[in-house]
C-alpha cells in the first residue's frame, strides 16, 4: 500500500495504478462499467454543482455550497454504501445525494428559500443537509446506538469537515459512538479551509489522529483518489459489520472553490496553493487511469458530458419552475403527529393572513 504523508492512495496523480495487498481484494470486483460508472458520476455532480453557482450568480438561489474539487471523497465514500445505511451530512454533501437517489431538483430547494428540507430523509434514507457545523455527528450516533439496539447490521455515516472537527458536538458524539461502540462511520472531508482559517491553525496532528483519543479506528486516505476513497469506506464499513465498532475516515482533499458563494477565497488564500491543488484533480486523475486502461475514450467521455448537461438542465428547469409555499404551510412536518399548541399558532396566523383580505 503506497501512502504519500500518511494517507493511503491507489492512483498516484497522474492516474498509474498503485498495486495494495491489503485494499486490492476490497476492490476485486469491480468491473470496467464500474469504474466507469465513478467517473460518470463525479463528471455529474461537478456539472450540478457549477449549473447551482450559476443560479446563485444570477439570483436564482439565495446561496449555494459548491463542492468543486471533493467530488472523489463524496462519490467513493458514498458508492460504498448499502441501501438501508443512514447518512447524515452537512452542507456539502450533494454528490453524495446524488448517490442515494436525490433528485437535482431537490438538491437547491432549501436554498432557494422555498422549503424547510429538500427531500423525504427516509426515501433515501439520507437526513437533509445540517448547516449547524458538526450537529450531525451527534444525530448519526444516536440513530446508531439505535441501529445496535435493533440488531441490524446496518450503519449510520457521519459527514463533517476539518472546521466540525474544532466543534464541540463532534468530540461528544465520538465519545458515546466508541463508549457504546455504535454502528457509526464518521467521514471527515479535510478539505483544508474552514472558511478562511487553515486546517493547520486548527490542529498540530493529523486530524485521523484525533480518532485514537477516543478509541475509535482511525485512516487517513487521499480524497482526491476515488478508488482509494472507496475501498478504505467499503473496509470501514465491513468492520462496523462485522460488529467492532466506530470508524473514523480523513479523506484530504482541497476546496478549489468559495466556501459559499458568499465567500471570496482569494481574500485569504495563496493563488498558488489552488495551483498545486488543480494538478491534482480527482476526475482528471480518474480519467487518465481509464483512458490508459482502455476505458474511457472519447466517445464514453461524449456520453458522460451528455449526461451531466441533461442533469444540469433538469436542475435549472426545475428550480425555476419552484413556487412560492402557501403561507401556512411552514406549520408542517414540524412535529410527527397532531400538537396542540401548533394547532392554535396556525389558527392565530391564518386569522392574522385573513386580515388582509378584508
Request: charged share 25%; proline share 6%; aromatic share 6%.
Amino acid at each position: 500500500m503506497s501512502t504519500t504523508t500518511g494517507m493511503t492512495r491507489l492512483l498516484d496523480e497522474r492516474g498509474v495504478r498503485i498495486p495494495s495487498p491489503e485494499l486490492d481484494p476490497v476492490l476485486a470486483d469491480l468491473t470496467p462499467a464500474d469504474l466507469l460508472g465513478l467517473y460518470r458520476d463525479m463528471v455529474l455532480v461537478r456539472r450540478l454543482d457549477a449549473e447551482a453557482t450559476a443560479l446563485q450568480r444570477q439570483g436564482e438561489l439565495a446561496l449555494w455550497p459548491p463542492l468543486l474539487g471533493q467530488e472523489a471523497a463524496q462519490i467513493g465514500t458514498g458508492r460504498a454504501l448499502r441501501a438501508d445505511d443512514f447518512v447524515f451530512s452537512s452542507y456539502r454533501e450533494h454528490a453524495v445525494a446524488h448517490t442515494r437517489g436525490v433528485a437535482p431538483v431537490d438538491l437547491v430547494r432549501v436554498w432557494r428559500g422555498v422549503t424547510l428540507s429538500g427531500w423525504d430523509p427516509f426515501a433515501v434514507n439520507m437526513a437533509t443537509p445540517q448547516v449547524i457545523i458538526g450537529a450531525q455527528a451527534l444525530h448519526a450516533t444516536g440513530y446508531a446506538m439505535g441501529i445496535r439496539a435493533d440488531g441490524s447490521d446496518a450503519a449510520a455515516v457521519a459527514y463533517v469537515g476539518d472546521g466540525a472537527m474544532s466543534e464541540g458536538d463532534v468530540s461528544e458524539a465520538m465519545v458515546f459512538a466508541a463508549s457504546f461502540q455504535a454502528p457509526v462511520l464518521f467521514v471527515c472531508q479535510n478539505n483544508q479551509w474552514a472558511i478562511s482559517e487553515p486546517v493547520t491553525l486548527q490542529t498540530a496532528v493529523p486530524l485521523a489522529d484525533r480518532a485514537a483519543g477516543f478509541g475509535i479506528p482511525a485512516q487517513r486516505v487521499d480524497g482526491n483518489d476515488v478508488l482509494a476513497v472507496l475501498a478504505a469506506t467499503r473496509a470501514a464499513l465491513a468492520r462496523i459489520r462485522d460488529g467492532e465498532g466506530p470508524q473514523f475516515l480523513e479523506a484530504v482533499t482541497y476546496r478549489m472553490g468559495p466556501h459559499t458563494t458568499a465567500d471570496d477565497p482569494t481574500r485569504y488564500r495563496d493563488p498558488a496553493e489552488l495551483e498545486v491543488w488543480r494538478e491534482r484533480d480527482p476526475i482528471d486523475r480518474l480519467a487518465r487511469h481509464l483512458r490508459d486502461g482502455g476505458v474511457l475514450g472519447d466517445a464514453e467521455e461524449s456520453d458522460a458530458q451528455a449526461d451531466a448537461a441533461a442533469a444540469a438542465a433538469e436542475l435549472r428547469a426545475g428550480c425555476l419552475a419552484l413556487g412560492d409555499p402557501a403561507p401556512l404551510s411552514v406549520f408542517d412536518h414540524v412535529y410527527a403527529g397532531p400538537h396542540r399548541t401548533l394547532d392554535r399558532q396556525r389558527a392565530e396566523y391564518a386569522d392574522y393572513l385573513a386580515g388582509f383580505d378584508a
